[in-house]
């Protein structure tokens, strides 16, 4: 079958940089999505995305669809014949040409032959319109009289299948061969013979870097030499570096300088305000310190760059002297005045203002602090400190800085470090992946502040409900199983629960409200490990327990992960599950006592003997919490359990033998389940 290359470029008015990936990346989809479902096969698909345009390119693009057999079924062959008729006219075909089909049901006329391919020329149109349709654009809009809608106004489009023009109208504009080039180092229309020439031609004649990932990697070549130049290292944010990229079609990195003064603010302020307002790259010394200069890229190849950064260093000077500002003004009001305001600001209508939700988590904090041998006397000072940045100038301009502003104006207060400390790490973890608070405040602070609003918004009986969590809920539980099993801490968190939910006295939903959290969070727990590829089955083993110390749950998951792996594990998974249904099907209450006198057979009495040497040993494991060696242990039990299964009748005639072997049944289920419920496996 023949083939072509087949490029189709949109050409626009400079598209939102953040989206501009994201767009490109639904534009391709939505193309060979189209063109899998049309049957029509291709080599190879590129996506090219700059401010300007988007564009795909396919190779090896067959220019038919291939003939597919049809099959349509008509009416039964007892019907009258103007229907038979009806249906042969509908085919095409007359009654002769239709066949008989004998189903269950009876026989039936149907139409079997080849329906011919399109084009792939006339069908290019429609998949390209229907991709552009379905881009994810959260808002359209028009320009000048016309009724077409887009992300932004449309201004040319190319499309080229071989050598030829595709014949289509999108978007109010008929396609052609011409694309644009740079807006300033070429402003004038290039056009194209075939779709190969695309990339060459716009980077060598109009100056545009048309593939997203080329340009992505030249900034990050340039910014890098460029903070070498300079004696440092340059910091690579992947964000801003996909931001910039998608800003400029032919980026030039240059380097401009601030004035060393600024270096007084805390460093973090200096770079958000580079990073959000200008789009700047920043560098670091040998130390790791900030350097007074900054990495810009312009969109065009100056003929005189000290003018441009010249430019761009009187547009930084009064965004930096306003941190500055900020940062001088809030340090003349100690945190500690700042108290008093936080009654002003509503942190949820029924639980009050953040005021009321520090000196919730007062008490709180110092209650964690306790039971992980830290300083009470710190987490309650950092408790009430630790809203009071929310009311700085500094947090008001940049929201990404609280807590660590909250950090540096209580260190300049005089606050013993760890208090400070605490400031910032009652935010950690802020994401998946980050890094957890280190300090003993910090921890109880960071538990205390998610733990009091999980309990307000669920005992306000306002939990997160599909995907709808403003307050981030789940969030919030994670990051206190990670801070919990990640520092090892020995926490109950049915415990902490029920102390949470005492500091916000009483809600709606206060009955059971400690246990109804417990439940939200330890199911969060399931998402975790499955980015540790750790199975739903064994997460069920050991949820099916419901153990309420994060750790020691954790702990069970890396035990029944590894039991899993023994040999023995499928067989036992399987005797805990017969064990599991003979017990549930007995009426009334089974007991614990075996009488030895009462076991007549030699495999049951093996079993017995199993028994009670296993609770033995298992016992101090259980209390240690050492269920790797516990299952371990366990698995040695497999070969009496199988023989006592297929030798011994456990519902033996007799009742006190039948109760007897339940009794010796119901103490094998007992011990395994002190790790986990091990039938779940199975």
């Known amino acids: 079958m023949s083939q072509h290359d087949f490029l189709v470029e949109l050409g626009t008015e400079e598209l939102p940089p953040k989206a501009l990936k994201a767009l490109s990346a639904a534009f391709l989809d939505g193309i060979t999505s189209g063109l899998d479902t049309a049957g029509i096969g291709y080599v190879e698909a590129r996506p090219f995305a700059a401010p300007r345009r988007l564009a795909v390119l396919l190779s090896g693009i067959q220019l038919q669809q291939p003939d597919r057999e049809i099959e349509k079924r008509g009416p039964a062959t007892q019907a009258p014949e103007k229907a038979v008729q009806g249906f042969a006219g509908s085919c095409g075909v007359g009654i002769d040409q239709l066949e008989v089909m004998e189903t269950p049901k009876g026989s039936y006329y149907v139409y079997r032959g080849v329906e011919q391919g399109q084009s792939t020329a006339s069908l290019l149109p429609g998949i390209v319109t229907e991709s552009l349709n379905k881009l994810p654009i959260p808002k359209r809009m028009r320009w000048g009289a016309s009724r077409t809608e887009f992300v932004r106004p449309v201004k040319w489009l190319c499309m ?264 910032d790490e009652q935010y950690m973890p802020r994401f998946a992946g980050d890094a957890l608070p280190a300090t003993r405040t910090g921890i109880a602070l960071a538990i205390a502040d998610r733990l009091d609003t999980l309990t307000g918004l669920f005992g306000i009986n306002q939990p997160p409900t599909g995907s709808k969590d403003p307050f981030a809920l789940r969030r919030a539980a994670l990051g206190v199983l990670r801070i919990i099993v990640e520092h090892k801490l020995d926490l109950d968190l049915h415990q902490l629960l029920t102390l949470a939910a005492e500091q916000h006295g009483t809600l709606p939903g206060s009955e059971g409200l400690a246990d109804r959290v417990l439940d939200f969070m330890l199911d969060r727990f399931r998402a975790w490990y499955e980015d540790r590829d750790i199975s739903a089955e064994t997460f069920l083993a050991v949820h099916a327990l419901r153990p309420t110390s994060p750790l020691d749950f954790d702990r069970r998951i890396e035990a029944v992960s590894h039991f899993r792996n023994l040999a023995e594990a499928e067989s036992l998974a399987a005797a805990n599950k017969r064990v599991s249904n003979i017990l549930s099907k007995q009426a009334g209450e089974i007991g614990t006592d075996i009488d030895t006198n009462l076991l007549q057979e030699a495999d049951e009495k093996a079993l017995a003997t199993a028994l009670t040497s296993a609770e033995h040993d298992l016992q101090p494991l259980f209390e240690q919490g050492d269920y790797r060696t516990a299952l371990e242990r366990l698995a040695g039990l497999r070969d009496v359990i199988d023989t006592f299964f297929d030798n011994v009748m456990v519902m033996a005639e007799e009742d006190a033998v039948r109760a007897n072997r339940l009794a010796l049944l119901k103490r094998l289920r007992r011990l395994f389940l002190g790790v986990a419920d091990i039938s779940l496996l199975g």
């Open 160 to 423: 080229l299948l071989g050598d030829e023009v595709v014949d289509a109208e999108i978007l109010g504009l008929k396609a052609g061969r011409k694309t644009r080039g740079h807006r300033f180092h070429y402003n004038h229309d290039i056009e194209l013979m075939t779709p190969a020439d695309y990339a060459a031609v716009l980077k060598e004649t109009g100056k545009v870097i048309a593939d997203f990932a080329e340009r992505r990697e030249l900034i990050r070549e340039q910014v890098i030499r460029e903070g070498e130049r300079i004696g440092g290292v340059a910091q690579i944010d992947e964000d801003l570096l996909d931001e910039v990229t998608a800003l400029n079609e032919w980026p030039v990195a240059l380097t401009g300088r601030f004035e060393e003064r600024f270096l007084d603010v805390p460093a973090e302020a200096l770079i958000l305000s580079m990073k959000e307002n200008q789009k700047y790259f920043h560098a670091l010394d040998a130390d790791g310190k900030l350097m007074p200069f900054f990495i810009t890229l312009a969109n065009i190849e100056s003929r005189d760059p000290q003018q441009v950064i010249a430019g761009n260093e009187k547009v930084i000077r009064p965004r930096l002297a306003d941190a500055a500002f900020f940062f001088d003004t809030d340090k003349k009001q100690p945190l500690e005045t700042r108290i008093e305001k936080l009654k002003s600001v509503v942190f949820q209508q029924q639980l009050g203002t953040v005021y009321d939700k520090t000196q919730r988590i007062e008490g709180l904090a110092a209650a964690i602090a306790e039971l992980i041998n830290g300083d009470t006397n710190y987490a309650r000072r950092a408790a009430a400190l630790s809203k009071c940045d929310l009311m700085t100038d500094m947090v008001f301009e940049f929201t990404e800085l609280q807590g660590l502003m909250g950090y540096h104006y209580a260190l300049h207060d005089g606050e013993p470090e760890e208090v400070a400390q605490a400031m």
